[in-house]
């Protein structure tokens, strides 16, 4: 055990739990948490070993939970309400898995972690050092995650590029890890990127180089080098590469841009990268049933021919990653129905006719969001679609927005959300009691995983297949239960309740699909097991194109 600080929690034996780390260098955004999922995909899937993934975040956030997703994308949310970066929702949709607070390491977590700790004296009177105490705790970390998880195989994405002072402890206790944990137990793959100057029309290594270089000056080695590039990577820069690294040209590989993450697995697979990552961990081979199942699902993508318009209404249309749940789910679930989406976006802040924007769709998606900008958009779009009979699926934010155009359109209310107004006449939408009185931001929304008991005879229902289901949400607002009774004798269903009488589903009887949720299906939706509400949603879609061709 090194001086100062024991790493290793009670009950870890080294060797039972494999790691794999996977940095990036030369720039950011090339696909390391797409390269990083796709190898877990095999390594669970076609070898059936128990892998465990965690992103290591640079941020000093705790969590991503205040993150805008204007900026940074999506805030995903995990069963056990955890809101963290969009990576973990690429990680569960392709491992087919569901991850814990556990499988996310934010800088600001890390750090929170450690003043607490010192603040009690967990110390033990020393001077709290980076090395061994801020390098200790991410062992710490992750042999936890490897215990808790039983995992075979531990899969650590580590955020950033190789050389940010952001990511430094982090990379240093990966040094010590491999120290630590031996040599079969570690395996590190380096991502770089290779640049193709259109002025030169040919492959650059340089930049690689240079991010290797750096690696290697923190003392860490890659056995593995994944080269990324727009086009498959030359013979010849890959000697180079190997040449200047001492990794064996058959371990470094070659990553193009490929057309849909579905097939990145396969790809690799047809390279042999799990097959060289395998060897460098000592763990023989396998052959596991479930990824004939991700073979299907490719082999249909590829099959999938008739194109549905599916309309999307939101104010962050400049950042597509902001809806990426709702892209996936929509993505991996249209193959089971023989369908490909055509995503068509619609800007709800300066929406003027509603109709000329969804005459030409097959279905309309409100999704989820927070404040008033494009509430009156989105709306309008909600009308059109429950009278002129088009699909709709509201979601979170879509199904609040279909209470208030309800109270408005057919009870005729001064209706609205108190988010949005908040002395509206009538607030069909109002806040929880223990919602009024939250200071902070971060964490006080009703997260996670909440049960819903479906009504018999429902739409949801028939779908779900269930009575009783569970679904993630992240939300503060709720239907009003005043204007419940109101809104049913009108005409509308509530079709799920969560157990203490909150509304969480509502629908539409004789409309062909106008469904709404408090809650976040699209999080669950995996392509192994994609949601029902999607499928449903889709169904419809195809139905109402049908119809209209006809
Ligand atoms: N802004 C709404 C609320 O807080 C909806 C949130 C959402 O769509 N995620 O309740």
Redesign the pocket.
Known sequence: MPEGFNSFPSGYKPGKSKYIVVTGSVISGVGKGTFTSSLGTLLRLLHGYRVSPIKFDGYLNCDAGTLNPYRHGEVFVLEDGTECDLDLGTYERMLNLNLTRDNYLTAGKLFNLIIQKERKGEYLGRDVQFIPHVTGEVKLFLRNLALKTQADIVLVEVGGTVGDLENSYFLEAMRELAYEEGKENFCLISIVYILEPKSLGEQKSKAAQLGLKTLLSLGLKPDIIVCRAERPISQSIREKISVYSDVPLNRVFSLHDLTNIHRVPLFLRDSGVDQEVLRILSLPERKNQEFRKWEELVSRIDQARKKLKIALTGKYTAVKDSYISILKALEHTAPYLGVKPEIVWIESTELKDAGKHLEQVDGLIVP???GARGIEGKIACIRYARENRLPFLGL??GF?LAVIEYARSVLGLDANST?FQPETPHPVIDLMPEQKDQKNLGGT?RLGLQETILKPGTLVHRLYGRERIQERH????EVNPKYVEKLESAGLVFSGRSPSGLMEFLELPGHPFFVATQS?PEFSSKPLSPSPLFKGFLQACLEYSESRTS
Do not use: N, S, V
């Not at 992240?474 to 607002?477: A, D, K, V």
């Open positions: 989820g969001g927070f979170c934010l609040q988010e929304m992240r939300h503060r607002y976040h």
